[in-house]
């Protein structure tokens, strides 16, 4: 336990994670406690469903608790964790075969009655509608971005790409998004 | 500009702070491109809406799921283990200590019976209002030496949320939590142990994960209180600070640990206390199973202030204005400083008027520009800015030809601002212009009025 002079104990994320790499299970305690609910949450958005969005968190954390002892002393562990986390999502779509593109826009035959009950949903069920339009690849970028609230380094961190390629990733995830959300809005008022 | 070039800035609008030149582009293209006015107005309300989505609140089975997992998995190396035997126990015995502190603040004194006097009360676990005073005591075991009171628990601090999930069952469970054999379970603590389960504990607590914070609680002190009532204790303390200044080790094998606490309020007062609290090996696992904290400065709760910030008055502000080319329309913003000793919001939409060196308004058709789709009341400072775009465009004056440029307007232009609540308008103090004479838009269409397209107030510089 680390104390200044004074004997104050400190308490921050860094010094948790030192002793989390270095075993300290009551550290990985801290840090799991401060990192549940934002990946429950992030989980649940991309799978919009509480039981699966916390049987993804809970392998998420012990893949992280099985794993931690092995990382290097600059682990950034938000950007960590919320890697583990988006890879474990994309393991459950595809282990569903759920990961497919939809198109959407005029004409399509996606179009359909689901879309119809857009006079009943409310604005979350509508965003909700739109992240589920574009695909976990897209939505995964935009919940980190606009949900979770992490940098653009810490996504390209996240994803292990180049920051620029995440800005590229976040920029067609956003006109994806626009493109959904216009029709879903529109379908909505229209209904 | 093509549309995706213009939908691409459009969108790094949402990570930095666009220059005048950009958004002036995004401003001038989306006014002429119904599609992109689309893009930027589906992008907007969209993205706002997944930043608004409703939080869930992960069942408290989770944690136990996870613990009971690694400790049948094993994860750590040898050497980890061993090192780690101790803080292993930490883990449980941070629960204990959570449930510890909420002890104390279930039972209390009405505030204000002493100034001066720590306060001691006996009672179970759990938290009352802030109008008490927090502590209790729960005469388990006996003091290892008269100044060690160790037959008290104190909970300090509040939260709003109370989880409804049940009570959880913890105890022997969180014994063997991340131990990774039964050989590694530990049979002794040591201080370092003591120390981690404390702070766990106000973590968990701070982190408002009230079932993490029970579990900490030894068996004699949960069965003072249900789960329920210790989470439904923490409704007015925003954030607990501990320090702690000595461990050590009294006859029983127990430590006692040592802190001082400030305990920040909801209403923004701080409330310090000090104790002991006393950690122990239960069930194979570290365990707050006592503790002594003392209120050590019963105050009258501060009134939250609920004064609402007022509108801004034109008397309390002054504004500077610049402006460039911009396609061929000039951009710009005008800036407001609260020049008054307090807060106060802008809301809605300013009229402007473009003023020639003589004070005189040059005929101009403001119309109303929206960047950030909302009509959010913007908050000013004292000495802190607001500001307002706009987009001057098609400036024709008699003789002027389609697609060419007026002479420069000699001696300069001044902008005139009205609040949307007033009829005083604020000028700006000197004119703008190179050589003392403005640039001017370029003409469009000589039959059609020059406009002077102005957004809404926003944060400056901007967020």
Request: hydrophobic share 40%; glycine share 6%; net charge negative.
């Amino acid at each position: 336990m680390e104390r200044a002079q004074w004997g104050a104990v400190v308490m921050d994320e860094r010094g948790l994670l030192d002793r989390a790499q270095a075993g300290n299970s009551a550290a990985f305690t801290a840090l799991f406690d401060q990192y549940q609910r934002p990946i429950v949450n992030y989980l649940y958005r991309m799978v919009r469903d509480r039981e699966v969005a916390e049987d993804l968190a809970q392998d998420t954390f012990l893949k992280a608790y099985r794993a931690i002892e092995r990382t290097d002393g600059e682990l950034n562990f938000r950007a960590w964790i919320y890697r583990i986390a988006t890879n474990t999502a994309m393991s459950y779509f595809r282990r569903k075969r759920l990961v497919q593109w939809i198109p959407f826009g005029p004409g399509t035959p996606d179009r359909g009655k689901d879309l119809r009950l857009a006079d009943r949903i409310g604005e979350s069920e509508l965003i909700e509608q739109a992240l589920a339009k574009i695909g976990p690849s897209h939505s995964s970028v935009l919940l980190l971005r606009h949900h979770q609230g992490l940098s653009i380094n810490e996504i390209a961190d996240t994803l292990q790409i180049k920051s620029n390629a995440a800005k590229v990733r976040l920029f067609r995830a956003r006109k994806a998004f626009a493109q959904a959300y216009e029709v879903l809005a529109a379908e909505q008022e229209h209904a | 500009m093509d549309c995706d070039h213009v939908r691409q800035l459009i969108s790094e609008g949402f990570d930095r702070q666009l220059t005048v030149n950009e958004r002036a582009l995004i401003a001038e293209h989306t006014r002429g491109c119904a599609s992109c006015a689309r893009f930027q107005h589906a992008l907007r309300s969209g993205l706002d809406g997944i930043h608004r989505l409703p939080e869930i609140v992960p069942s408290a089975s989770l944690w136990e799921r996870v613990h009971t997992e690694t400790s049948s998995s094993p994860a750590m190396t040898p050497a980890g283990v061993m090192r780690q035997a101790a803080g292993m126990i930490g883990a449980a015995a941070v629960v204990a200590l959570v449930a510890a502190i909420t002890i104390f603040l279930l039972n209390s004194h009405s505030p204000g019976s002493s100034n001066k006097q720590p306060q001691i009360a006996s009672g179970t676990l759990g938290r009352s209002t802030a109008s008490q005073t927090v502590v209790s005591v729960f005469n388990k075991q006996p003091s290892a030496t008269p100044d060690e009171t160790v037959a008290s628990i104190s909970a300090i601090g509040t939260s709003t949320v109370a989880p409804s999930t049940p009570q959880p069952s913890i105890s022997v469970a969180s014994a063997t939590q991340f131990a990774p054999d039964a050989a590694a379970s530990p049979t002794t603590i040591d201080e370092q142990t003591a120390e981690q389960t404390v702070v766990a504990y106000f973590h968990a607590i701070n982190l408002q994960n009230y079932a993490s914070a029970y579990d900490y609680l030894g068996t004699s002190l949960q069965q003072n209180q249900t789960f329920n009532q210790f989470a439904s204790g923490y409704t007015q303390t925003k954030h607990d600070t501990v320090t702690i200044t000595t461990t050590k080790e009294n006859h029983l094998g127990q430590f006692v640990v040592t802190i001082y606490l400030d305990a920040e309020q909801n209403d923004g007062s701080v409330r310090h206390y000090h104790g002991n609290y006393v950690v122990a090996l239960e069930h194979g696992a570290a365990k707050i199973v006592d503790a002594s904290v003392v209120w050590d400065n019963p105050v009258t709760p501060t009134p939250a202030a609920t004064t609402p910030v007022a509108a801004c008055r034109s008397t309390d502000l002054s504004i500077t204005a610049g402006y460039q080319g911009a396609t061929g329309s000039m951009a710009g913003s005008i800036v407001l400083t609260n020049t008054g000793t307090k807060p106060c919001t802008l809301q809605g939409t300013a009229a402007v008027k473009i003023l020639d060196s003589t004070g005189v308004p040059l005929q101009l058709e403001q119309t109303t520009m929206s960047l950030n789709g909302t009509d959010q009341p913007v908050t000013v400072a004292p000495q802190g800015q607001a500001s307002v775009f706009f987009m001057w465009s098609n400036w024709c004056p008699v003789g002027t030809n389609a697609g060419s440029s007026a002479r420069p307007i000699t001696g300069g232009v001044s902008f005139q601002v009205t609040l949307p609540s007033e009829d005083r308008a604020l000028v700006t103090r000197s004119t703008i212009g190179t050589g003392h004479n403005s640039i001017v838009p370029s003409c469009e269409d000589p039959s059609q009025p020059s406009t002077l397209s102005v957004a809404g107030f926003e944060a400056y510089p901007m967020p």
